[in-house]
């Protein structure tokens, strides 16, 4: 194989692959990228940890066909230190890649395409087209929520929910709960162009990968589903991943149907207010991190402590509430998750009881779309 790529281009193309390529498998391939001329002025590279992978064509100058899988970490690290200009990779029969740019020269060992893990095919039983930016925000409102690691394996992942012309986004990590709504312009490429109705589970790690690459604007992502794969496809990127098998919880069981108490807060106003209670909450003791204050709804204020062994601190703001007054605590960390997720510049807090969760919506409804978060409390010492 013989190929001379611009390395501007290269180094753009690799840089996404970069999050499916493994660093601990015993499988040396799927530490690789794998490099294979497509004609004389493509090539195409792939990565592939065997959960989920990155796939783009790019043009190159084929000199000398063939398919060879390259280390993806080193090949990555050489290429962006070789001088601006073209970049000509190089592998013999004894699979053996030399890789040049200017006068600089590196070999590594490669290994031959055919070792490569197969990969998904690219199609599904379900495709549809939305914005990148519409998928982007969504996804950023709701995966912090998911779960790491949890026994219950639906849980650490978004769970997609798509009806006719609305899409439900979900997470939740047995804390917090995380809902995003959107009403969305679907081209439904399949079935004829019939409504939609599909539900699927994206793992955290591959949503998290497939955030960092989607770009914020209304460019189109065409997505399609299977029963085991999900295919991302935008600008010269194909991203996909193996979904995780499994009933979704039931999780609209969880939000509590009425509540006694609403609070109307002004959503930057609590976030600075909590910013500084965690320079105290967040103080680790006995090896353990204590993300905790307590919030009191007293009439028309909103009064935010925290204590720990490096001290106290005291925090007031401004709000409007119906109700009792109550005192309620939490991990500081998961309510500012929520906080910062939400968007709007007022928030609705629904409360109950000192050891019920709090619903947080917005104070006014939205015209495209809604969200809710859920944060469950904790029991206060007295």
Do not use: W
């Not at 109307?264 to 204050?293: F, H, P």
């Not at 709000?319 to 500012?336: M, P, S, T, W």
């Amino acid at each position: 194989m013989n190929i001379v790529f611009d390395k501007s281009v290269l180094c753009e193309a690799v840089a996404p692959l970069m999050g499916a390529v493994s660093s601990k498998n015993t499988l040396a391939a799927v530490e690789g990228i794998l490099i294979t001329t497509e004609g004389s002025g493509k090539c195409s590279l792939t990565s592939f940890d065997l959960d989920k992978g990155f796939y783009a064509e790019i043009d190159a100058k084929v000199e000398e066909e063939g398919s060879f899988i390259i280390n993806g970490t080193k090949f990555n690290q050489i290429i962006r230190m070789l001088p601006e200009g073209d970049i000509r990779i190089s592998v013999d029969n004894r699979f053996s890649a030399k890789i040049t740019g200017g006068k600089s020269e590196f070999e590594l060992n490669a290994l031959g395409g055919e070792e490569f893990p197969s990969i998904p095919e690219f199609k599904g039983d379900y495709k549809f087209t939305l914005h990148q930016g519409v998928l982007r925000s969504m996804i950023a409102d709701t995966v912090f929520a998911v779960a790491q690691n949890e026994s219950k394996a639906v849980l650490n992942g978004c769970f997609f929910d798509i009806n006719e012309n609305t899409l439900k986004v979900v997470a939740c990590d047995g804390n917090r709960l995380a809902v995003r709504a959107q009403v969305c312009e679907f081209v439904n490429e399949s079935e004829g162009g019939k409504a939609l109705n599909i539900r699927f589970i994206l793992p955290g790690k591959a949503i998290t990968e497939l955030q960092k690459n989607l770009k914020d604007n209304e460019d189109d992502v065409t997505v399609s589903v299977s029963r085991k794969n999900a295919v991302f496809e935008f600008e010269d990127y194909t991203f996909f991943t193996r979904l995780i098998e499994g009933e979704y919880l039931e999780y609209e069981r969880f939000i509590p149907k009425e509540s006694k108490i609403f609070v109307k807060i002004d959503t930057e106003q609590y976030i600075r207010s909590l910013e500084r209670a965690s320079l105290v909450s967040e103080d680790k003791s006995m090896g353990q991190a204590r993300s905790y204050v307590k919030c009191s709804f007293c009439d028309d204020a909103l009064k935010i402590t925290s204590t720990s062994a490096n001290g106290r601190s005291y925090d007031e703001i401004a709000v409007q509430k119906e109700g009792a007054d109550i005192e309620i605590g939490f991990n500081c960390r998961f309510l500012l998750d929520a906080l910062r997720a939400c968007g709007t510049e007022e928030v609705m807090c629904a409360l109950n009881t000192p050891l019920s969760c709090m619903v947080i919506t917005p104070s006014e409804k939205q015209d495209d779309g809604d969200y809710l978060y859920l944060v469950l409390p904790i029991r206060m010492k007295e």
